[in-house]
């Protein structure tokens, strides 16, 4: 599975962004899909993931209620839309693939994306 993430860019502070990920190859609905990002200076972490057909979600604390992600196995993408935007909302985000049901560590996924960078301005 090739993963292509796009939609970033630059937003003032409350503003929305919707990032995509494109995903080639058949066996896409296979995986569960997660989304990670990384600010500067910070280790990668944990955004959302949700299962091979959309049916269970799970979000870090930090972005529950302002975003969501959800997947198009017609089309074989996934998005997470992201709202309420804050200046700590800054990094680099990455879209990955994962053979396990639904998973928060970034070693259990088996493919990534190039990340697509989101500055939020104050």
């Known amino acids: 599975v090739q993963l292509q993430a796009s939609g970033g860019g630059l937003v003032q502070a409350g503003g929305s962004l919707r990032l995509s990920c494109a995903a080639s190859?058949?066996?896409?609905?296979?995986?569960?899909m997660g989304w990670f990002r990384q600010a500067p200076g910070k280790e990668r972490e944990f955004v959302a993931v949700l299962t091979w057909n959309g049916g269970r979600t799970s979000y870090a604390d930090s972005v529950k209620g302002r975003f969501t992600i959800s997947r198009d196995n017609a089309k074989n993408t996934v998005s997470l839309q992201m709202n309420s935007l804050k200046p700590e909302d800054t990094a680099v985000y990455y879209c990955?693939?994962?053979?396990?049901?639904?998973?928060?560590?970034?070693?259990?996924?088996?493919?990534w994306g190039q990340g697509t960078l989101v500055t939020v301005s104050s």
């Open positions: 190859g058949r066996t896409f609905s296979s995986y569960a």
């Open positions: 990955a693939a994962t053979r396990r049901i639904l998973s928060g560590y970034d070693y259990e996924y088996d493919y």
